[in-house]
């Protein structure tokens, strides 16, 4: 029988911390991803850590000040890899350019999945960790639009140019309903004449207001005003338009001198691809963006092809 020998036991203690680059562990960089949940009035912020732990939530006034605590509470817990941000076109507008301005990488969220919502429900809590967790896992990956540009002053004119329209066209056709039901002694002379005719001659109308009772003056006075409303619009979107042609063709030059585009088709494709267009890898970015990029749509034995869902027709080869 061999003698026993004393063996020295030594403590060995194992770390389950996942390792990151370089060999790194996460106790050694506790980077945190954060997720903001974007309202009119508040923004509510969540915060996990690189594990997918969660290290807080909090609301913060839509404010600049707001903003600032924001971005000091994230840091709190450890740098900022990246936030996920929803509704970067709307009420994350403002929260968007101040952490892309603060160095801060941002990522563009879309709402919640429905399946979601029936799971956990619909707070701004959970919504905002959800949109933490998106960019944890890579589900989302888009950068957002900038809008510190020329292209974000084209989207606001166009934005304010395409309301002016839809009013000019309810005006009109207003104008049209009126003279149709008009007394004959108004209907009459104005039934020959296209619709800015009929805007142009209803302008020049002098109703008696002492005598509003009668329907022949009331008419008058509905269709003068109708009439001068056309005609102020159409001064609005002139004065629109010859700003916009002066934006477009400093900002593109080299589109706007091609055939068959011309300052509403340039504005357009540079508010649908962006200030920032790097963030496009290709044409097949921006064709799924105009909705024209093909995805399967198999099932079974059917094999189709769909579209994405259409957003605007247009061409699928971004120029600048």
Not at 226 to 245: K, V, W, Y
Not at 252 to 268: D, F, M, N, S
Request: proline share 7%; glycine share 8%; aromatic share 2%.
């Amino acid at each position: 029988m061999r003698p026993l020998v004393p063996l020295t036991v030594m403590s060995v203690r194992f770390s389950t911390v996942p390792p990151l680059e370089d060999g790194m562990t996460a106790s050694d960089e506790p980077t945190v991803v954060g997720g903001v949940d974007c309202h009119s009035q508040v923004h509510h912020a969540a915060d996990l850590d690189r594990t997918g732990r969660r290290l807080g939530e909090r609301a913060f006034p839509a404010t600049g000040h707001g903003y600032a605590q924001l971005l000091v509470w994230l840091r709190g817990f450890g740098p900022v890899i990246a936030v996920g941000v929803e509704s970067t076109g709307s009420y994350g507008a403002g929260l968007t350019r101040f952490l892309v301005q603060a160095g801060v990488r941002v990522v563009e969220i879309n709402q919640p999945h429905a399946h979601l919502r029936h799971r956990r429900g619909k707070t701004d809590a959970v919504d905002a960790e959800a949109a933490a967790r998106k960019v944890l896992s890579g589900e989302a990956t888009a950068a957002p639009t900038e809008t510190t540009g020329a292209v974000e002053a084209i989207r606001q004119l166009r934005l304010t140019r395409r309301s002016a329209v839809k009013a000019r066209a309810v005006a009109l056709r207003q104008l049209g309903d009126l003279i149709v039901t008009a007394p004959a002694k108004l209907r009459e002379p104005l039934s020959r004449k296209t619709l800015p005719g009929q805007a142009a001659i209803c302008a020049r109308f002098r109703p008696d207001r002492q005598r509003l009772t009668d329907p022949v003056q009331a008419a008058k006075l509905a269709l003068r005003t109708l009439a001068r409303r056309i005609a102020a619009l159409d001064a609005e979107i002139a004065q629109l338009d010859e700003h916009l042609e002066q934006l477009v063709r400093a900002t593109v030059p080299r589109t706007i001198v091609l055939l068959g585009i011309g300052p509403q088709h340039a504005g357009q494709l540079l508010v649908t691809a962006g200030q920032n267009i790097t963030r496009l890898q290709g044409d097949a970015a921006f064709a799924h963006l105009c909705g024209v990029a093909p995805i399967p749509a198999s099932s079974g034995k059917t094999t189709p092809i769909a579209s994405t869902p259409v957003a605007i027709g247009l061409p699928t080869r971004p120029s600048t």
